[in-house]
């Protein structure tokens, strides 16, 4: 099914006889959900985007692609640098900003203005019993009532079918530079990752990758001029500096995993603490991309190698098996805490329809 | 503006109760005189009050769950309440109800400079969380105005802004993890101090649920490092139009300052005749901070300079040094001390798309003459959050109604834009009957749904938020 307005949408849900897979392009569904396809591609364009408010309005099933150009054609972007995760998991297909959100995907400069749930201002989606609600708005202070936004933001699917969502938009910056620092160990290069994480440098971007820590700064041209000088004298050793394009390359590397692209192997993605990144990699004896400091470790393993992952992670972070087989996909909760998403998803969900095992 | 009936049976049985609670708790931490629950009857919205039926001060989350389990075993309501700064009436109790007290857990649990989070108690006080931070260089971003005494967990509880949340997010943004103590007494962890949600955002929906899924005893906060230096300038302009104009030229060049204050000619005046921060007298005012290094300082600056002068202020006056600076903020902090001076007064929190600013406070100015009430603007501009300060006399016999009838039109003003009801103060029973104009029965419908899955019987600060007829047979149990 392929719905073109939000009632026809709407009508669909209502009328399902069985299980739907809500699906935007397909680009990054994980996942054991099985149904009849319900693609959202149908609800596309732009509804309202004002620059001088930093705000945009579009419809759910938008490809990232024409927001992606829209903002641009006013010196303006998605703060928080879509990930585009087809080369990772070997999809084809149009990656739409409705599927983005309900992914709570984010890429490198999460560290600085937050995941694709901080940007989002309001959601218009369509329950699994039909009935069509509204969250939030198109301003950016908004403490109206419970912020469904946020629970909708990387459910998943699993809550509701998304049909609108606005955001908060950013301005491009002028200039941007990458710190490219080489001949430290992993412990040593996440260190310094979280060194100029806490300096007062306003760092976009913190990763590391093939032996290489990566340190972005964007803004004014002085200002970036500054800051490269002063973090280059705080971290010493061999530092060279990236600027404009081949900087932004450095980083769409980054953001989409692209050194494990054509690669095999399981691939697992993990949430943790910077200080815990080169010890659980090592332990897990995988090739890691770390972004956001080392609170983020993107693990090529051997085939079914991470039997022991859960474990390892346990008590500080968690871990989503984001490529491969066997074992769940998704982490465990916690008794009480799953006891709570049951208890949402029937509430929102009653017949048990959308994207069923899912997340579990 | 109503409440409901207190359950009399409840009431009926206050030395029961209280005989649970005391022999669960020490002895200091549950109130039950009369003269000691006064403390209680109100937060800062303080135009209604009832005393509680008594109030406990727990020390750890322990007790909370103990407390929470007993009343929850009682069906007795719990109005959790942190500093009691409120400014919708989010922490007001009624006669049947427990006021649960987080003040006493003020405890800083954990630093972590190198993960950069602090883990507190969340009876801490917001400006005290920054403290403890600040002699390695960092602080915690939200500055809600009240931060000298409002406490995490309230700040948590609405979701609070400040002052300079254009560049650093309001609470929801700086909030990696919390433990949470649910109205049976169950103790849930959700987040933690990597910040990234795993599974359902519950998070989220917490955040800025005002009280009513759970009791928040501990909090994960994002701290960042300070940044080197910060400086404001003061732009007065001849039109709200123009000024507005300049707010959205300063934002589309790409300049993100950590704030931009707006000041009405009513509110300028009133400011000026009690802090003489020496403003111009004129239509609109901006206070603009930008930070970073003295050399990004001034780059910025010279940017804004330029974006101003194009739109053809009244004034363009750059901070030289730390005291002209203070100067500049001098007016904009007193701007509801000043306003106060003059009468009492009612301060609104709508949000509005910063494209509609010069209509609103035309029609602002329109009503302000229908109702007869005077009407005083400040707020933040760059995100559309506007504080009307209506001026009122209490003792005047319907003045109070007019005042709320007056700042009820406001903000169905505010909606009709495009905007909303509250930008950061929260729902509370303020603008719980307002609710409608906002949101159609099955947008409010899929929020309540929430609070059935946390608290099924409704006893957690019930009464609040939704329209009391919408939320009737919920909290008939």
Same mark, same amino acid.
């Given at each position: 099914m392929r719905p073109v307005t939000e009632a026809e949408l709407a009508e669909a849900v209502a009328g399902a006889s069985g299980p739907l897979l809500v699906r935007g392009g397909g680009t990054r569904t994980l996942g054991h959900a099985v149904g009849e396809v319900l693609e959202t591609g149908g609800l596309s364009g732009v509804e309202l ?8 309005v579009v419809r759910a099933g938008t490809p990232v692609a024409e927001v ?14 879509v990930?585009?995760l087809r080369?990772?998991l070997g999809r084809e297909g149009v990656s739409t900003i409705g599927g983005v959100l309900a992914a709570n995907a ?10 694709a749930r901080?940007?989002a201002l309001g959601v218009r989606f369509v329950d699994g019993s039909g009935a069509i609600v509204k969250n939030g708005g198109r ?6 009532g419970y912020d469904l936004v946020k629970l909708l933001a990387g459910s998943l699917g699993t809550l509701g079918v998304l049909s609108e969502v606005s955001f ?152 989503t098996l984001v490529r491969?087989h066997?074992g769940p996909v998704f982490p465990a909760e916690?008794?009480?805490v799953a006891a709570l998403v049951a208890g949402i998803k029937a509430k929102f969900d009653p017949r048990g329809i959308l994207n069923a095992g899912m997340m579990g | ?196 949600p795993s599974g359902l955002d519950l998070?989220g929906v ?7 899924l ?185 003045? @109070? ?11 169905? @003003? ?22 409608a104009?906002q949101f159609a029965p099955e947008d409010m419908e899929a929020q309540m749904r929430v609070k059935d899955v946390f608290?099924p ?9 939704f329209?009391?007829?919408l939320?009737?047979e919920r909290?008939?149990?």
């Open positions: 985007y004002e620059p001088g408010a930093l705000t945009l992606d150009a829209v903002l641009a054609g006013e010196r303006q972007r998605l703060a928080f640098e990930p585009d080369g990772l984010s890429g490198p400069r999460r560290v600085q203005v937050g995941a901080d940007a301003v950016m202070k908004n403490v109206t908060k938009v950013q301005a491009l910056p002028e200039a941007e530079a990458t710190l490219v620092v080489e001949g430290l160990d992993d412990a040593a290069g996440l260190a310094t990752l979280r060194k100029a994480l806490g300096s007062p440098f306003d760092v976009s971007g913190a990763a590391r990758h093939s032996g290489r820590s990566l340190i972005r700064i964007e803004g004014m041209a002085g200002s970036v001029g500054y800051r490269v000088r002063a973090l280059t004298t705080q971290i010493g050793g061999e530092v060279s500096v990236v600027e404009g394009e081949p900087s932004a390359a450095l980083w769409r590397q980054v953001r989409d995993v692209a050194p494990f692209h054509g690669r095999p192997g399981d691939v697992w993605r993990i949430a943790t603490l910077p200080t815990a990144a080169a010890e659980i990699a090592a332990r897990l004896k995988g090739e890691a991309v770390w972004d956001w400091g080392g609170g983020l470790i993107w693990l090529l393993v051997d085939p079914g190698r991470g039997a022991n992952v859960a474990a390892v992670v346990a008590g500080r972070g968690h871990a491969g066997g916690a008794p009480e | 503006m109503d409440m409901p009936a207190p359950d009399q049976g409840v009431i009926a049985r206050k030395s029961r109760i209280v005989a649970r609670l005391r022999a669960l708790m020490p002895a200091d931490a549950v109130i039950d005189a009369a003269e000691e629950l006064r403390v209680y009857e109100c937060d800062a919205l303080t135009a209604y009050r009832c005393p509680p039926l008594a109030a406990v001060l727990p020390r750890t989350t322990g007790e909370v769950s103990a407390v929470l389990r007993i009343c929850w075993e009682e069906g007795v309501p719990v109005v959790p309440r942190g500093s009691g700064t409120s400014l919708a009436g989010g922490a007001m109790p009624t006669a049947d109800s427990v006021i649960l007290g987080v003040a006493r857990m003020n405890a800083v649990i954990e630093t972590d400079y190198d993960n950069r989070f602090i883990r507190v108690q969340s009876g801490r006080t917001n400006l005290s969380v920054s403290a403890a931070v600040e002699a390695e260089g960092f602080f915690y971003a939200p500055d809600p105005s009240s931060q000298l005494a409002c406490a995490i967990a309230g700040n948590i509880a609405m979701n609070s802004g400040g002052a300079h949340c254009l560049k650093y997010g309001v609470t929801t943004n700086n909030l990696l993890g919390v433990t949470l103590v649910k109205m049976d007494g169950t103790v849930v962890t959700l987040g933690g101090p990597w910040g990234e998070l917490v955040c800025g649920s005002e009280g009513q759970g009791v928040v005893t501990e909090a994960w906060l994002r701290i960042l490092p300070k940044p080197e230096g910060a400086r404001p300038v003061l732009v007065g302009f001849n039109s709200n139009e123009v000024a507005g104009a300049c707010v959205a030229d300063i934002i589309r060049a790409g300049i993100l300052p950590v704030a931009i204050e707006f000041m009405d000619r009513p509110c300028i005046r009133a400011t000026e005749a009690f802090a003489k921060a020496g403003y111009p007298d004129c239509e609109a005012l901006l206070i603009i901070e930008v930070e970073g290094s003295e050399a990004e300082i001034s780059e910025q600056l010279a940017r804004i300079r330029q974006i101003a002068l194009a739109r053809d202020p009244v004034e363009f006056r750059e901070a030289a040094d730390e005291d002209q600076a203070k100067r500049i903020w001098l007016g904009r902090k007193s701007a509801f001390g000043a306003m106060g001076q003059i009468n009492d007064y009612m301060c609104l929190d709508g949000t509005i798309p910063v494209s509609s600013l010069a209509h609103v406070l035309k029609r602002i100015g329109e009503m302000s003459r229908e109702f007869g009430l005077d009407v005083g603007n400040v707020f933040h501009a760059g995100d559309g959050n506007m504080h009307p300060l209506i001026l009122f006399d209490a003792n005047k016999p319907g003045d @109070l109604e007019k005042c709320e009838a007056f700042g009820a039109e406001i903000l169905k @003003l505010c909606v009709e834009v495009g905007g909303c009801l509250t930008g950061e103060h929260g729902v509370g029973i303020e603008k719980r009957d307002l609710m104009v608290d019987r409704w006893l957690l600060n019930p009464a609040k938020v329209p009391l007829g939320s009737a909290r008939a149990g």
